[in-house]
Each structure stands twice: as C-alpha cells, then as structure tokens.
C-alpha cells in the first residue's frame, strides 16, 4: 500500500503496466551493473543507522520513498556523474535507471511529474554518515570475498588529491555566461 | 592581489581584499554562533525528553559548528597559499579543505583540497576501503586504518570449517608509505613490504633466492609467508599506471571533485564513486572483461581455474 502511494502520480493512469524486468535488456549496462550490486543488505544496513540515529517521531502521514529508490538514485548519479535533478528527471522516462532502481512495474499513461524530488534526494543524502558509507563500502567487498570473485591476499595502497568545491549556478555565474554569449553572437554578426 | 607559490608549482593569485570583506561577515556571524551553541550545549545536557542517540547527534552537530568557527579565526590569521580559480567556481576561502597539500607532485601546480587515500585489490583493481582523514596527514599514516577496513570486511563473511577465511599477504606502495614503524606493524600482522619501495630504484618483479630467504627469515613473518608468496608478492608491487586506472575510474565517476559540503559531504561523493566503481568492476570480472595482467594476478590468487595452455608461473 506504502508504495502505491508514493507511486500514485504514475499509477492514476488508465493504460496497462509495464515489467520494468521485461522491457530492460538482459545486457543493458544499467541492469548488469545493478544486479551486482547487494541491495538487500545495503538497505538493511540503511535502515538500522537511520532508525537508530533518527527515530520516527510520528506514525501518520505519506508513506516516505523506499530506502532501495534514494540508494539507488544517489549510486546512479556517481556511476553517471550527473546531478540531482537530471537523475530524478531520468528516473521518471528511463526503464534503465528505474530497475536499477528497483521499481518492479510501472503505469503507461498518467502524470510522472515529481516522482522523486531532488530535495528528497537531497535531504536523504544528509542523513548518511561516514560510519554508513564505512559500512557499504564493507558490506559490498565482503560479499565479493564470498562470492570468489576477489581476494585481499595481495593489495596496493595510495592517494590522490580531491579538490573540494561547488559548481552552483549562481547570478554572477548567469551574468557571465550571458556576456560571454553576447560577445559571442557579436563576433559572429561582425563575420557575416 | 597577492601572487605567490613555487614558480615550479605555477603562481597562483589570490584576490586578498575580497577574502578579508568575506573574514568580516563570516567572523562578525562565528562569534554569535558560538555563544548560542554554548548555551544550547548547556540546555542540552539538562533536557531529559530527548532520545540518547539523537542528543548525542545534536551534540555533535553543536560541536562542529564552534568547531567551523575556531578553524575560520585561525585561518584569518594567516592567508593560506592559494592557486587562482577558474571562472564560475564558488569556494569558501577560509573552509580547512582547501588548505594546499604540500607535498607530492613537484612537476605541477599546487594540489588543493583532502587526499582520500584507497587501498585496492592488485589484480581487478577492486577497492576494499576508503580513508579520508582530516586535514593533510603524511601519507604511511593512511595504512594501517585501510589495513582496518579490510579486516572488517573479512570479518564480516561466516565462513566455517573447511573454508579458510582469507587474510592479507601482501601490500604495495609507493615510496611515501616507506615507514619502519608501519613496516614494522604490517609485519606483526603478518604481511609482506616487499611492494613498499625503499628507495627510489624499481621493485625487481623477480627476487633471487636470496630475497626470498631474507624474507622468510624476519621474524613472526616466517610463519605465515611462504615462498610462493613471496614471489606472487614482488610480481604484485607497487605499479603507477594500474593505480592511475584506478584513480581514473573514480575521476570519471566524480570522486576528484567533491560538490558535497565538508568532510561528511566528501566521504558520501568518494564512498558512492568506490561502491559504483566496484560494481562496474564486478561486472567486467564476471563478463571476463579483464587485461591479460589482471587474468595472470587472479589465477595467482586462485580466483580462476588455471589455464593450462599457459604458462602459470608467477615469475614470468
């Protein structure tokens, strides 16, 4: 019922439904690169640091979006390097990121407007610690180690520099481009 | 405008008097931060209605925010070397991350911002764990808390009698992890130096005999290493082009460029990068998508049945 809720904007729709398994490739890069990935554990992992950390105050009101939909978002938009809002605006249109996602079935028709807001993206982010991303990094290689795919017999240690910074759009950002563009189409009049 | 540097590492410029009006309004907001955070601590510890766990979340949250405060007055003691900043890219100059790493590269212009160190499997270039430690600390302090993190993956599989739990053999590095303490440590856990150069001569990929010996006899290693070992060790030393494909695949996954705010922010952008880097490689062992290198390191590590139209020799 939970998720029916949450899904409500796409599910109001009259058409048929869509197996988001179906409809992915067998050899999409998405779909290979999230059944890898130990999203029961991760999950599980997620839910005891948040439910410790932030105990629910309140039992009434929306159903909030699954743990697996956020983790997933927030894996998706490193392994794509993209932001916020072009992978929600990616989960609403591409099969690939929903069943990386994991969202099993999804409504033809219907208002996909807002599934997940990159604020909720955003505010879910806010709530891993460094204890938790310790604790998936840990959680991913131990179940490597199990499954035989890699061994930590023979290892290599190093660094590399990561420079910290943000990239927000800003006024001054927009009065810059917006001069550099003028000049541009100034430049390219003076030619013709 | 101040401009200053190593003319080796480029001049970089720093525009003084908009970071001094930036000082002003950020010290002027600090202070009264600081008196309310305080008084909050005090109302805190007397406040009876609220859970443990999240009292001692808001206390640290308090904690970080005098915290900030006391790193922006000490900054705005002294302007900290800078390099000059592209177009279009906003940064808080008096935030401690961006503090210059005064080490490294001499070949290129000042490196700026958190050296998160990786410790990484020699033959996929799997990543087991992540150190990202406050401020710029030398570089062999990174690795005995990777070293860490590898244990506390290992300890998490429940493998029973026949499976032997795997355990490390062996660790690379570059000449900055060259500590006699950490070898010494690493030692006591039973793990190998031989890929930590000692100076700046190249690790030979085949030792002699009387390497091997050498090895075999220091003490409390001799009872775990064996001579194979030991060889499969040398061949796995310390390679800069692997761990430059390493470092690549987390620059395009955006691990170099932390978008995140402070160190919390810069854990979660490189822990994603790791984890999304780790599937794709997971995905490349599984297609068998791999270079004849890592091909000839796993069937070392027993990770693939041998291939006996080749030569399995590992000192070839």
């Known amino acids: ?33 999230a059944d890898v990935l130990p999203w029961s554990e991760f999950v599980g992992a997620t839910h005891r640091s948040f439910s410790r950390r932030f105990p629910k105050q309140h039992s009434g009101g929306q159903a909030p979006i699954e743990i697996r939909v956020l983790l997933g978002l927030e894996l998706l938009k490193a392994e794509t390097n993209c932001s916020d809002e072009e992978i929600c605006h990616r989960l609403r249109t591409d099969f690939g ?96 | 405008m101040r401009t200053f540097g190593r003319a080796c590492r480029g001049k970089g410029k720093v525009y003084v008097s908009l970071v001094r009006d930036t000082e002003k309004q950020v010290l002027c907001v600090g202070s009264k931060v600081v008196s309310l955070a305080l008084s909050v601590q005090m109302h805190l510890q007397s406040d009876a209605s609220l859970h443990p766990e999240q009292k001692g979340d808001l206390e640290d949250k308090l904690k970080e925010a005098i915290e900030t405060h006391q790193a922006i007055e000490k900054q705005s003691r002294r302007l900290v070397n800078g390099k000059s900043l592209p177009h279009c890219k ?75 739990r795997p355990s490390i053999r062996s660790l690379a590095g570059d000449l900055g992890m060259n500590d006699p303490k950490v070898r010494e440590k690493l030692h006591n856990k039973g793990i190998t130096t031989v890929g930590i ?11 002699t005999p009387s390497m091997i010996q050498a090895i075999l006899n220091t003490p409390i290693l001799n009872e775990n290493q064996n001579a194979t070992q030991i060889k499969i ?20 996954r955006g691990a170099t460029h932390i978008k995140y705010k402070g160190h919390r922010g810069a854990m979660i952008q490189i822990g994603m990068a790791i984890i999304a880097a780790n599937a794709t490689t997971l995905v490349r062992i599984k297609q068998d998508r791999l270079s004849k290198r890592a091909q000839k390191c796993r069937r070392w590590f027993r990770l693939k049945p041998l291939n006996y139209n080749e030569n399995n020799d590992p000192n070839e």
Not at chain 2, 138 to 147: E, G, R
């Open chain 1, 1 to 33: 019922m939970g998720k029916l809720r949450q899904l409500r904007h796409w599910l109001t729709g009259q058409g048929r439904r869509i197996d988001v398994c179906e409809f992915v490739p067998q050899t999409h890069p998405l779909r290979l690169w």
């Open chain 1, 97 to 192: 990121v929903m069943y990386a996602c994991g969202i099993k079935e999804v409504q033809v028709d219907g208002c996909q407007d807002h599934f997940v807001l990159p604020e909720v993206l955003c505010r879910f982010r806010g709530r891993i610690d460094e204890a938790l991303m310790n604790e998936f990094v840990a959680i991913q290689s131990a179940v490597a180690i199990d499954e035989g795919l890699v061994s930590p017999k023979h290892l290599v240690v190093d660094t590399f520099p990561s420079e910290q910074g943000s990239q927000r759009v800003t006024d001054a950002t927009t009065l810059y481009k917006a001069k550099k563009n003028s000049l541009k189409s100034q430049n390219r009049s003076q030619i013709d």
């Open chain 2, 90 to 164: 906003i940064v808080n100059a008096y935030d401690v991350t961006i503090a210059p790493i005064k080490k490294g590269k001499s070949n290129c212009a000042t490196q700026f911002g958190k050296k998160p160190g990786i410790i990484a499997e020699m033959g996929s270039g799997f990543i087991f764990g992540l150190h990202l430690p406050q401020g710029n600390p030398d570089d062999a302090s990174y690795v005995m808390p990777l070293i860490d993190k590898v244990d506390a993956a290992i300890d998490r599989l429940t493998w029973t009698y026949p499976r032997r």
């Open chain 2, 197 to 207: 150069p000692n100076t700046i001569e190249p690790i030979p990929k085949v030792p």
């Open chain 2, 233 to 252: 060790a040398y061949a796995c030393g310390y390679s800069r082009t692997f761990v430059e494909s390493l470092i690549n695949s987390l620059i395009c």
